[in-house]
Nanobody
Framework: QVQLVESGGGLVQPGESLRLACAAS????????MGWYRQAPGEQRDLVAW???????NYADSVKGRFTISRDNAKNMVSLQMNSLKAEDTAVYYC??????????????WGQGTQVTVSS
């Protein structure tokens, strides 16, 4: 089993910044990919940013140029620096990891979610 623990959500004003962090822990595993999704009330859960183990990134068009994803592979951690936040960024942000175990089993894991609210 793998646990994902998120931190860093909160309430900010438009134009401000927040940094989210997520750490994966558990039995022996390798993280293939790790990133962030978000879900606003009444909406589906959408990809925000993703990084592969090789460092390739993918961003939602709505956050390109404002958000930056980074990973610490040695610590199995992923962070999301969110700048120039807008009201429409308000959502619950979920950490997501694709994990490969020693027996080559691949599984998906989700964090519990952290609320980001952007409001004046």
């Amino acid at each position: 089993q793998v646990q994902l623990v998120e931190s860093g959500g909160g309430l900010v004003q438009p134009g401000e910044s927040l940094r989210l962090a997520c750490a994966a822990s558990g039995a022996r595993f390798n993280v293939n990919g790790m990133g962030w999704y978000r879900q606003a009330p009444g909406e589906q859960r959408d990809l925000v940013a993703w990084m592969t183990s090789g460092g390739n990134t993918n961003y939602a068009d709505s956050v390109k140029g404002r958000f930056t994803i980074s990973r610490d592979n040695a610590k199995n951690m992923v962070s999301l620096q969110m700048n120039s936040l807008k009201a429409e960024d308000t959502a619950v942000y979920y950490c997501h990891a694709v994990v490969r175990f020693e027996n080559l089993t691949i599984r998906n894991y989700w964090g519990q979610g952290t609320q980001v609210t952007v409001s004046s």
